[in-house]
């Protein structure tokens, strides 16, 4: 294929409202990493949009909302505030370290918007056993907060419990958030939630003394409650951080995880596998509730409220963190998105066509890459996504692999140029990391690295710039990019 002028087959994608919700989680994730290390005290935000008490569920910490201080300012028994969650909520309230709002129905989750119940102003999602499907720009919101390091407490219940009737239930809708979001939907917390209606059973804690979750300020973890729900299925293999913590009789390792915890980008993930362990029997008059906060044969009371400290970033319950789960420690993690490219078109805002699978090209592993360039005649082309490199983090480096094949012959003219980027949430060239052109053609990829530890605790937009002349191609393909913290 060298030196040839070739026709561009790519994928044809409709990339201008991915474009669109990349461009704006750029200014969201911007927006979220100014705002949020301010953040005292821990700041939890509990959803009520999406038919948590439809049916006898009645999953809310008050009837007052937002803010369940207008019922009780001053909250000392689980009764002071109505609602089957009122025990979890006021056992956060004592504490003093933590501010605690509820999303009202008819609301809608968002990241980077103006209203107070903002995801950006908050250290920690909980979804309470949702009962309708999330929206696109609403799992855009979840999966940018999370990326960009806030903490977020997933609660199903078993499959079947379609408590409004929709069509769908919490396994399902949770299933839809992680697999089918603009953000990252090729497994992006490493765990999938099983079909599953399991009846009974307390399941148990690994040993692992290490634990923030399982040994937290609020107590120790020894076992669960299963009243009617699920479990689920490990792949670390794709998220290597997803650990199971407690598991189903009979179960350990990738299968029967009844808790487990991940992390996404710089923030925390926590999976409960049934609704009834937070249920403290006090809803509001007419719903069936069962006492599980309570139950004599778990800890369930620990184990919420550990989760919550973990998940909001806190170290201890001594109070004042600052913010967006995980900035006041670092998580090894790798932060890009769709990395490898193999979602196609998300997660990246491109000019057209640069995503593909097409056969003119080769990836270097899987089936897509990005290539941009290769018409033999002027014309630019760009690639770019948006991340925030966690403050607590000392190492940083991307990488990524890059091909270039080319149709001049000069050995001393870049007609051809290839330039790597850093910008900020003002379009502001940073740094330009590199520049490549046709006199750097070569066969096959080779991986390219940068230290970007110099811009922890910032926000910033990787750009690749491909400009191409008015004749002879060149092409620009690049595959299995990565930025690396820990």
């Given at each position: 294929?060298?030196?040839?002028?070739?026709?561009?087959?790519?994928?044809?994608?409709?990339?201008?409202?991915?474009?669109?919700?990349?461009?704006?989680?750029?200014?969201?994730?911007?927006?979220?990493?100014?705002?949020?290390?301010a953040?005292?005290?821990?700041?939890?935000?509990?959803?009520?949009?999406?038919?948590?008490?439809?049916?006898?569920?009645?999953?809310?910490?008050?009837?007052?909302?937002?803010?369940?201080?207008?019922?009780?300012?001053?909250?000392?028994?689980?009764?002071?505030?109505?609602?089957?969650?009122?025990?979890?909520g006021?056992?956060?309230?004592k504490?003093?370290n933590?501010?605690?709002?509820?999303?009202?129905?008819?609301?809608?989750l968002?990241y980077?918007?103006?209203?107070?119940?903002?995801?950006?102003?908050?250290?920690?999602?909980?979804?309470?056993?949702?009962?309708?499907?999330?929206?696109?720009?609403?799992?855009?919101?979840?999966?940018?907060?999370?990326?960009?390091?806030?903490?977020?407490?997933?609660?199903?219940?078993?499959?079947?419990?379609?408590?409004?009737?929709?069509?769908?239930?919490?396994?399902?809708?949770?299933?839809?958030?992680?697999t089918?979001?603009?953000?990252?939907?090729?497994?992006?917390?490493?765990f999938?939630?099983?079909?599953?209606?399991?009846?009974?059973?307390?399941?148990?804690?690994?040993?692992?003394?290490?634990?923030?979750?399982?040994?937290?300020?609020?107590?120790?973890?020894?076992?669960?409650?299963?009243?009617?729900?699920?479990?689920a299925?490990?792949?670390?293999?794709?998220?290597?951080?997803?650990?199971?913590?407690l598991?189903?009789s009979?179960?350990?390792?990738?299968?029967?995880?009844?808790?487990?915890?991940?992390?996404?980008?710089?923030?925390?993930?926590?999976?409960?596998?049934?609704?009834?362990?937070?249920?403290?029997?006090?809803?509001?008059?007419?719903?069936?509730?069962?006492?599980?906060?309570?139950?004599?044969?778990?800890?369930?009371?620990?184990?919420?409220?550990?989760?919550?400290?973990?998940?909001?970033?806190?170290?201890?319950?001594?109070g004042?963190?600052?913010?967006?789960?995980?900035?006041?420690?670092?998580?090894?993690?790798?932060?890009?998105?769709?990395?490898?490219?193999?979602?196609?078109?998300?997660?990246?805002?491109t000019?057209?066509?640069?995503?593909?699978?097409?056969?003119?090209?080769?990836?270097?592993?899987?089936?897509?890459?990005?290539?941009?360039?290769?018409?033999?005649?002027?014309?630019?082309?760009?690639?770019?996504?948006?991340?925030?490199?966690?403050?607590?983090?000392?190492?940083?480096?991307?990488?990524?692999?890059?091909?270039?094949?080319?149709?001049?012959?000069?050995?001393?003219?870049?007609?051809?140029?290839?330039?790597?980027?850093?910008?900020?949430?003002?379009?502001?060239?940073?740094?330009?990391?590199?520049?490549?052109?046709?006199?750097?053609?070569?066969?096959?990829?080779?991986?390219?690295?940068?230290?970007?530890?110099?811009?922890?605790?910032?926000?910033?937009?990787?750009?690749?710039?491909?400009?191409?002349?008015?004749?002879?191609?060149?092409?620009?393909?690049?595959?299995?990019?990565?930025l690396?913290?820990?």
């Open positions: 294929m060298l030196g040839l002028t070739r026709p561009r087959h790519r994928l044809t994608t409709v990339l201008t409202v991915c474009g669109l919700l990349a461009t704006g989680a750029a200014v969201q994730a911007t927006t979220a990493a100014t705002e949020a290390h953040a005292t005290p821990h700041r939890v935000l509990f959803d009520n949009a999406h038919a948590e008490t439809a049916g006898n569920a009645d999953w809310i910490i008050s009837t007052s909302q937002p803010d369940p201080l207008g019922q009780d300012s001053t909250p000392s028994a689980e009764t002071d505030w109505t609602g089957a969650l009122s025990s979890w006021v056992a956060l309230q504490t003093g933590y501010s605690l709002k509820t999303l009202p129905s008819g609301s809608s968002s980077g918007g103006s209203s107070s119940l903002d995801l950006k102003n908050f250290d920690t999602l909980v979804l309470p056993e949702p009962n309708t499907l999330f929206t696109s720009a609403e799992k855009t919101a979840i999966m940018n907060f999370v990326k960009n390091g806030g903490g977020l407490f997933m609660i199903s219940d078993h499959t079947g419990a379609d408590r409004n009737n929709d069509g769908n239930d919490a396994v399902e809708i949770l299933n839809d958030l992680m089918n979001n603009s953000v990252d939907s090729t497994d992006p917390f490493g999938s939630i099983d079909s599953l209606n399991i009846t009974s059973g307390y399941p148990a804690a690994i040993s692992d003394s290490t634990d923030p979750v399982l040994h937290g300020s609020f107590g120790t973890v020894t076992k669960s409650l299963i009243a009617n729900g699920t479990t299925t490990l792949k670390p293999s794709d998220n290597s951080s997803v650990k199971g913590l598991y189903r009979g179960y350990s390792g990738n299968t029967g995880a009844f808790f487990l915890t991940s992390s996404f980008g710089s923030g925390r993930v926590a999976f409960w596998g049934d609704s009834s362990p937070i249920d403290d029997g006090t809803g509001q008059s007419g719903n069936t509730l069962y006492d599980g906060w309570n139950d004599s044969g778990a800890t369930n009371a620990a184990l919420a409220l550990n989760a919550t400290e973990w998940l909001s970033g806190a170290s201890g319950s001594s004042g963190g600052t913010g967006g789960g995980g900035s006041t420690s670092c998580t090894a993690a790798q932060l890009l998105g769709n990395n490898g490219f193999e979602s196609g078109s998300t997660t990246w805002t000019s057209s066509g640069v995503i593909t699978n097409s056969s003119s090209e080769s990836p270097r592993t899987g089936s897509y890459y990005a290539w941009l360039d290769g018409y033999g005649s002027a014309h630019t082309d760009t690639l770019s996504q948006t991340v925030t490199v966690p403050s607590a983090c000392t190492s940083a480096t991307l990488s990524f692999y890059l091909h270039i094949d080319t149709a001049e012959t000069t050995t001393s003219t870049a007609y051809d140029t290839l330039k790597v980027q850093l910008l900020n949430s003002s379009g502001t060239v940073l740094s330009t990391l590199a520049t490549y052109s046709n006199l750097n053609a070569a066969g096959g990829y080779t991986q390219r690295s940068f230290n970007l530890a110099g811009y922890a605790g910032q926000t910033v937009t990787l750009k690749f710039t491909g400009t191409e002349g008015s004749s002879l191609e060149t092409s620009f393909v690049l595959d299995d990019t990565a690396n913290v820990s």
